[in-house]
């Protein structure tokens, strides 16, 4: 059975920081591409960033230079570290899993909420 967990989200200033972190499971993790996406009320579900198989990275521009994608094969965990956050950043954010036969797997997200 195939699991993406998500934990750290939370409440947090603007100007503040948050390490989101996806534990895979039933996987062949370092066989797949890891996606943070995320939906705040009322918008469609939009990718924020994506590391590939062998490290490479891709963000949104909203956060570029903001956020930090990483991943830890061994612990089978992708890491998204948020800095500077700023309200519009408030989402529910998500984390995929997918691999090159078009396996794909969502996890059941956590809540990120940006506000003073």
């Known amino acids: 059975q195939v699991q993406l967990v998500e934990s750290g989200g939370g409440l947090v200033q603007p100007g503040g920081s948050l390490r989101l972190s996806c534990v895979a499971s039933?996987?062949?993790?370092?066989?797949?591409?890891m996606g943070w996406y995320r939906q705040a009320p009322g918008k469609q579900r939009e990718l924020v960033a994506e590391?590939?198989?062998?490290?490479?990275?891709t963000y949104a521009g909203s956060v570029k230079g903001r956020f930090t994608i990483s991943r830890d094969n061994a612990k089978n965990t992708v890491y998204l570290q948020m800095n500077s956050l700023i309200t519009e950043d408030t989402a529910v954010y998500y984390c995929?899993?997918?691999?090159?036969?078009?396996?794909?797997?969502w996890g059941q997200g956590t809540q990120v909420t940006v506000s003073s």
């Open positions: 590391i590939g198989r062998l490290g490479t990275t």
């Open positions: 995929k899993a997918s691999s090159s036969s078009l396996n794909t797997y």
């Open positions: 039933g996987i062949a993790f370092r066989l797949y591409a």
